[in-house]
């Protein structure tokens, strides 16, 4: 199962790459993504950020309430950083695309506090691809 162009990363004196599967979900789990456009406008918004920071998006799939991917990060930032870019940054332009959104959190707040950040080995990444592309089904939703 080749998802997946592997290109390593060369620095001084080292030579690898970290694949991280993130899991993030809504504040107080509201099913915010459930409509398609909601769902394509914070795809849109978490790649933009991504982007931004150099963070390479391999997969993402949005539920209604939560989020899968598997990205690398760049060189010298951990899974708290990206957590923190891609949380804050997405639900900024988010709740900038979708004022009404407003409404259901009065504070601001998008993203419950914390998250998963698993790294993957190489071995185990087609399974977890694999699992992040059956979320759908896996939770019996129509996306």
């Given at each position: 199962?080749?998802?997946?162009?592997?290109?390593?990363?060369?620095?001084?004196?080292?030579?690898?790459?970290?694949?991280?599967?993130?899991?993030?979900?809504?504040?107080?789990?509201?099913?915010?993504?459930?409509?398609?456009?909601?769902?394509?406008?914070?795809?849109?918004?978490?790649?933009?950020?991504?982007?931004?920071?150099?963070?390479?998006?391999?997969?993402?799939?949005?539920?209604?309430?939560?989020?899968?991917?598997m990205a690398t990060l760049p060189k010298g930032m951990n899974d708290?950083?990206?957590?923190?870019?891609?949380?804050?940054?997405?639900?900024?332009?988010?709740?900038?695309?979708?004022?009404?959104?407003?409404?259901?959190?009065?504070?601001?707040?998008?993203?419950?506090?914390g998250g998963c950040a698993v790294t993957v080995g190489y071995n185990?990444?087609?399974?977890?691809?694999?699992?992040?592309?059956?979320?759908?089904?896996?939770?019996?939703?129509?996306?």
């Amino acid at each position: 199962m080749d998802f997946v162009n592997i290109k390593l990363n060369h620095s001084n004196h080292k030579v690898g790459i970290n694949f991280w599967h993130m899991e993030f979900t809504t504040k107080y789990r509201y099913q915010m993504f459930g409509k398609f456009k909601y769902k394509s406008l914070i795809e849109a918004c978490i790649r933009r950020v991504a982007h931004k920071h150099n963070i390479k998006i391999i997969i993402l799939n949005v539920m209604p309430e939560h989020i899968h991917m598997m990205a690398t990060l760049p060189k010298g930032m951990n899974d708290e950083k990206a957590f923190q870019l891609l949380k804050g940054a997405s639900s900024y332009y988010f709740f900038k695309n979708h004022p009404k959104a407003r409404l259901r959190y009065p504070q601001g707040h998008l993203w419950s506090r914390g998250g998963c950040a698993v790294t993957v080995g190489y071995n185990q990444l087609s399974d977890t691809i694999s699992y992040i592309l059956k979320q759908a089904e896996h939770h019996a939703v129509a996306c």
